[in-house]
């Protein structure tokens, strides 16, 4: 009965997910945005957060510049941010995307 209670409940939690973009910048081309995306299941904030951290300390060690991470509920609220470079200056050029 707890089980059945726990999934009923589980049912009306967001899902959370994990979007890692990556900016490739060569002058004179578009610049190309590389998009990853991982989803987890209803009420796994946790464990979206620590993916995230993880996310986050491994594009610092790695030295990806401009790169941006986001934590983000359900379909489209960003939760947490974290950019690498100047990824503000790039959204508003022209782009050609790669998923």
């Known amino acids: 009965m707890k089980k059945a209670w726990q999934n009923f409940i589980k049912s009306f939690q967001p899902t959370y997910s994990v979007n890692a973009i990556t900016y490739f910048v060569i002058p004179g081309i578009p610049v190309n945005k590389n998009e990853n995306r991982h989803d987890f299941e209803k009420g796994a904030q946790e464990e979206a957060k620590e993916f995230f951290d993880k996310v986050v300390k491994k594009t610092k060690e790695m030295g990806f510049s401009p790169a941006e991470v986001q934590l983000i509920r359900g379909k489209n609220k960003v ?4 950019t690498f470079g100047p990824v503000d200056i790039l ?6 995307v790669n998923a």
């Open 79 to 82: 939760i947490q941010k974290q």
């Open 91 to 96: 959204q508003d050029m022209p782009m050609t």
